[in-house]
Nanobody
Framework: QVQLVESGGGLVQTGGSLGLSCAPS????????MAWFRQAPGKEREFVAS????????SYADSVKNRFTISRDNAKNTVYLQMNSLKPEDTAVYYC????????????WGQGTQVTVSS
C-alpha cells in the first residue's frame, strides 16, 4: 500500500499564492500517476491536476490551467502543487492521490489540507 502525507495550505487573500506538498511512502514503486483533487463545502470532489510519476507529463482541470502547477521531485519522493492567482472559488480541502499502473483508479488518498482564499 501507499501512504500519502500532505502539507501546506492555509489562508490567503485573493490573488495570492500557496504551495502544497505530498510525500508518498510505502509501495511507491507501484505509483504510476499522482494527482491533486479538491472538495469544496457542499460540492463533489473534483480533479485539479495530475502528473506521471516517471515521465512527468501533466494534466490540469480547465479551471486551474495557467494558475496552478503540479510538479514532482523523485529524489525527494514528493509531489507539489503551486497555486498562483488564487480565487475565492479555489477554497476547498485539497487531497493528494496516487494511482497504480494496473488500474485507472486513484486508490491511495491523503488526509486532506484546507485551502481558504478570502475575498
Amino acid at each position: 500500500q501507499v501512504q500519502l502525507v500532505e502539507s501546506g495550505g492555509g489562508l490567503v487573500q485573493t490573488g495570492g499564492s500557496l504551495g502544497l506538498s505530498c510525500a508518498p511512502s510505502g509501495r511507491t514503486f507501484s505509483i504510476y500517476r499522482m494527482a491533486w483533487f479538491r472538495q469544496a463545502p457542499g460540492k463533489e470532489r473534483e480533479f485539479v491536476a495530475s502528473i506521471a510519476w516517471s515521465e512527468g507529463t501533466t494534466s490540469y482541470a480547465d479551471s486551474v490551467k495557467n494558475r496552478f502547477t503540479i510538479s514532482r521531485d523523485n529524489a525527494k519522493n514528493t509531489v507539489y502543487l503551486q497555486m498562483n492567482s488564487l480565487k475565492p472559488e479555489d477554497t476547498a480541502v485539497y487531497y493528494c492521490a496516487a494511482r497504480p499502473l494496473w488500474t485507472n483508479t486513484y486508490d491511495a488518498w491523503g488526509q486532506g489540507t484546507q485551502v481558504t482564499v478570502s475575498s
